[in-house]
């Protein structure tokens, strides 16, 4: 049985640590109820609005035809299946339930969730709602070490808790080791990092970025980390790599979180 939250860390191969805390049964109840609340009340709306148009109402409903009952019989299921699928695709492994407790779907190896792992996770929530309310599934969470049901199993992803977003704020406010030569005026970096087209950047890119800053401080390898990254950055940005000096990888990257949040 797992313990309600989890904290799990996770080896990029660019060697950062990623932590997330595995999320418990208790949250993602409560995020599966506010979404089946959502799902159940698009479901009442959409057939009802059905039923007014193909059998002129409710008075009518013995009289409608197989076609009808099979139309919001597909309905149904595709508000079911698809409204996950939708969600996690469009906010980033979140639904309207999981965003509103704060927690999302990540791949086992801490990276975004694809379309591939959507669709496999959420086509097998059939069988973890067997033989109601989510009982297999709620069977598998107990005896899974990370809380994971069936669904999650089959897609190798994980539920974690949603880490703070990073404010222009609070990226103003990170400062580099007492090591005197990274400590230094950034300007060059700035500079050379205004140039460069941030918008090719993913929002992976930029999760990557700040849990740098995030973490800079207590990272012994920070500037060798720091150098990596920002190469993976300025590839992805179609840039020359190794542009910058060490000593000032930190101070792009800081740029470029900075730029990527105020264009958006």
Known sequence: MTAPDEFLNIDT???????YEVVGIGSRFLAALIDTLIIGFLLIATNAILILVFVGGFNNLSSASSIV????????????????IFFEMTWNGSSPGKRQ???RVIRADGTPITL???????LVRLIDFLPGAYGLGLVTMFIDGKARRLGDLAANTLVVREQTAVSLE?????????NPVVSRAPGVAEQQANKWPVEK??????????????????????????T???????????????TVKVIDAIYAIKRIVQIYHYER
Do not use: K
Not at 70 to 84: D, E, P, Q, R, V
Not at 170 to 178: E, M, R
Not at 213 to 222: E, K, S
Not at 232 to 239: A, D, P, T
């Open 13 to 19: 191969p660019e060697n950062v640590v990623f932590g």
């Open 69 to 84: 009952i099979a139309l919001i019989s597909l309905i149904s299921f595709a508000f079911f299946w698809g409204y996950y």
């Open 101 to 103: 407790v704060g927690i």
């Open 116 to 122: 591939a792992e959507s669709v496999i996770r959420n």
């Open 170 to 178: 609070s990226l103003s406010q990170i400062t580099a080791p007492s």
């Open 201 to 226: 950047l993913t929002e992976a890119d930029i999760q990557l970025a700040e849990s740098l800053l995030q973490r800079y401080n207590d990272l012994p390898n920070g500037s060798t980390l720091a």
């Open 228 to 242: 990596q990254i920002l190469n993976r950055l300025l590839e992805r940005m179609e840039q020359p790599t190794n």
